[in-house]
């Protein structure tokens, strides 16, 4: 992505004026607007997609998106200055630590029986909470359910981990989405630093157990692992690359603790995506305030950049009057890493006709349409 010095056609003379060499460059996506179809994969979800809004692809003539099966990947280890490692909610993953336990061979099933009942996300307790990371996920500063990696080995627990859902492999009523299928089981782990990185020790409680070392990656936020295959894996684009990820989603509801979402949208905060939501009031047109929406009426103050849940799950209604709809009275303001500003507003949530890839009405076909400011 580069940035562009441009100049300005003036009245009917054609004359050119252009930025002065004292000037900052403005950033300027390289098009004007495109329609998003991320291919969330249907009433499952099973897919996590990776958006770059400023990046078009040449086939679709949509934005590049990356996507990964929700199940591929279990943890992620921050790759900045912090040792911070995160689970992945979009599986309904949790975690606690296993008291008085300071080696993973000494766990016994006897010692962990109590704790599996408590560690669970969406059982409407709201002491749950603990389990899972910062809904905000704002890393390195926010909270994770597996503590920060202290340099000296001792000092870092040994944890239960609840490995959330396996993607459902049954039948979907249309019109309704199953965020999960079977148990992927548990694990027990400890991780401690390995220089730089991070030296990852696991296994079945009462099993055999493996070790998975972790070299940080700068040009990425994160390193991903997957326990199931044991290995190291490629998820997310690299941390400049990517701006919005379609995905399900762990969030947390106000007395009830967490609970898991459909349809949810964040925000590469930790890339450095910042946005806001823009909600026109009654009488007016949301799409005409979209229309009009120009750059001198970005608001810099409103702009979000230590919570990924800005557009969330807020840009659809699942249980509206009207059935399934996408809220038509609101639009989106991003700015990405490298200074592009995009607005942005969502205009399906469910599969308009029927064919080979989807059934009419049914859930996990959304789409967008976005332009650059």
Do not use: H
Not at 3 to 10: A, E, V
Not at 95 to 109: F, G, R
Not at 238 to 259: H, M, Q
Not at 312 to 320: D, I, K, L, S, T
């Amino acid at each position: 992505m580069k940035k562009i010095l441009f100049c300005l056609w003036i009245g009917a003379s054609l004359s050119q004026s252009c930025i002065n060499d004292n000037e900052d460059p403005v950033a300027v996506a390289p098009f004007q607007g495109a329609i998003g179809d991320p291919k969330v994969g249907g009433a499952t979800e099973p897919n996590q997609v990776w958006i770059d809004l400023s990046e078009i692809d040449p086939v679709t003539k949509g934005p590049v998106q990356t996507l990964t099966k929700r199940t591929d990947w279990d943890l992620a280890f921050y790759s900045g200055a912090q040792f911070k490692v995160v689970l992945n909610s979009s599986i309904m993953m949790a975690a606690a630590k296993i008291p008085n336990v300071t080696d993973i061979s000494q766990v016994t099933e006897a010692m962990v029986s109590t704790l599996k009942t408590q560690v669970q996300v969406a059982n409407f307790n709201p002491a749950n909470e603990i389990y899972i990371d910062d809904v905000k996920g704002d890393f390195p500063n926010g909270y994770t359910a597996i503590e920060k990696i202290e340099a000296i080995d001792s000092q870092n627990a040994v944890y239960l981990v609840n490995m959330g859902k396996e993607i459902n492999a049954g039948p979907v009523p249309v019109g309704s989405v199953a965020t999960g299928g079977d148990s992927r089981g548990w694990k027990i782990i400890q991780i401690v630093r390995a220089g730089e990185g991070y030296k990852v020790k696991y296994g079945d409680i009462a099993g055999e157990n493996y070790v998975i070392t972790v070299n940080k990656n700068a040009a990425y936020n994160y390193n991903f692992v997957s326990l199931k295959d044991k290995k190291e894996i490629t998820i997310q684009p690299e941390k400049k690359k990517w701006d919005l990820c379609f995905t399900v989603f762990t969030n947390t509801i106000t007395g009830a603790g967490s609970y898991i979402f459909a349809d949810f949208v964040t925000t590469n905060n930790v890339g450095g995506t910042g946005a806001y939501e823009v909600v026109v009031p009654a009488p007016a047109s949301g799409l005409e305030a979209y229309n009009n929406f120009k750059t001198s009426d970005i608001d810099q103050s409103k702009f979000i950049y230590n919570d990924q849940r800005v557009i969330g799950a807020n840009w659809r209604n699942p249980v509206g009057a009207n059935g399934l709809e996408v809220y038509g009275d609101r639009f989106y303001i991003i700015k990405d890493a490298n200074g592009f500003y995009f607005k942005l507003r969502f205009t399906r949530l469910i599969k308009a006709d029927a064919d080979n890839q989807g059934v009419k009405g049914e859930r996990g076909f959304p789409s967008f349409e976005y332009k650059s400011l």
